[in-house]
């Protein structure tokens, strides 16, 4: 029996349609690559949960390494610190690629120490957090001690292996804002040198990202901002018959088509259901995955979608859900805060605090000037239904 190729929630086996963002990356690191310089502003992929950033990351990150660079990757968490993290794991990477000589490990152990101190221990701003209003200049302390840390590992990079080191932060709408502007002031700071630094740092997070960054540091909005689409019909077809082929399987035209309908360019649905119809099928070695199979294997993937949906609604207070059931209640894809507000019996200035919630927590998202939209398809529909069982 021949295993199930199709990855839902972790990287693909095929990224499929993203070659012109995979050649941005590309580009960006080659410059560090030729010149030995800071690669350029920070460049950030935003999207919502399960369009493929951290696959796109994740295969970038792949990418690099092939090409002589040295890699460290920090997965932030929500109103968490990530600097310390940050020191862990480029310290871990240059370890690993084994880049500090043995003669000089005691040295560089001693310097990560007192960056580390500098930049504080897990916790230690996590008070301030909330008082502290956005943009406000961040001590210079934690910032020097992350300029070192970058400057000293791309250079030790450099000097050993000739390309230079690669930081991906992802979920980067999410971390404590005091370490967002500590890192941005850094950042900033060694671009003022950029000849001297042989880095390249690119991120990931939801639409939220670049308000979250401008937030954070108002030269924030200079990072270069790359939205990720929902994927055309071609790309699609590639996300489902590339991994298929590799086994010598291949999909009949009408099960891509029945595939397309339900996941609409949805790369996680795509995964979800390709898996749920290759299980159905069960194909040996030249074996086509059918219409029927991609029918069979609806159910359990329609339920792994309800899964998430409930997770949604009961990751939402009373108000947000109010406001989600105001928002989903004509079947339009988008719906005008005016409108949700005139539902709710609100005045749409007094809405404000349970759309940025959602907006942060990345289940809705700005379709245009005034418009919102679930970031999930299918999800107005299971407000509506879930509304109605109610009540």
Not at 98 to 125: C, F, M, N
């Amino acid at each position: 029996m021949l295993p199930n190729p199709y990855t839902p929630g972790q990287v693909p086996r095929v990224l499929a349609g993203r070659g012109p963002e995979s050649d941005r990356i590309r580009g960006y690191l080659s410059r560090v690559d030729t010149f030995g310089e800071l690669g350029g502003p920070l460049l950030v992929f935003h999207a919502p949960r399960g369009v493929g950033k951290t696959s796109l990351l994740r295969d970038s990150q792949r990418d690099a390494v092939e090409h002589g660079f040295v890699t460290a990757w920090v997965s932030c968490s929500r109103r968490q610190p990530f600097l310390p993290e940050l020191v862990n794991r480029v310290a871990r990477a240059l370890t690993t690629a084994e880049v500090v000589p043995a003669r000089q490990q005691g040295r560089w152990s001693d310097r990560l120490e007192k960056i580390s101190l500098a930049v504080g221990p897990p916790g230690a701003k996590l008070t301030a957090e909330v008082s502290r209003p956005a943009a406000v200049a961040p001590p210079a302390a934690p910032i020097a001690a992350v300029e070192d840390l970058l400057h000293e590992a791309a250079t030790r990079v450099r000097g050993r292996f000739g390309a230079g080191l690669v930081v991906f932060l992802d979920e980067l709408h999410a971390p404590l804002r005091t370490d967002t502007a500590t890192f941005l002031n850094a950042l900033q700071n060694l671009d003022g040198a950029r000849a001297e630094n042989p880095l390249a740092v690119i991120g990931a997070g939801l639409p939220s990202t670049p308000e979250e960054l401008t937030r954070a540091a108002t030269f924030g909005e200079r990072s270069a901002f790359v939205a990720l689409s929902l994927l055309d019909d071609d790309a699609s077809k590639e996300a489902l018959v590339g991994p298929a082929r590799m086994l010598e399987v291949d999909w009949d035209p009408d099960a891509v088509r029945a595939v397309e309908s339900e996941a609409r360019g949805y790369p996680y649905f795509l995964q979800l259901m390709a898996h749920a119809a290759w299980n159905a099928a069960a194909p040996s070695p030249g074996d086509r995955v059918g219409a029927a199979h991609v029918a069979a294997g609806l159910p359990a993937a329609t339920e792994q979608l309800r899964t998430m949906y409930r997770a949604r609604w009961r990751a939402a207070t009373l108000l947000e859900q109010e406001f989600m059931v105001a928002m989903a209640a004509d079947g339009h894809e988008a719906a005008a805060r005016s409108v949700i507000a005139t539902r709710m019996g609100r005045d749409s200035r007094a809405i404000s605090v349970p759309r940025d919630r959602l907006l942060d927590k990345g289940i809705i998202e700005p379709a245009g000037h005034g418009r919102l939209r679930f970031t999930l398809p299918g999800f107005d529909a299971y407000v509506r239904a879930h509304h109605e069982a109610r009540g």
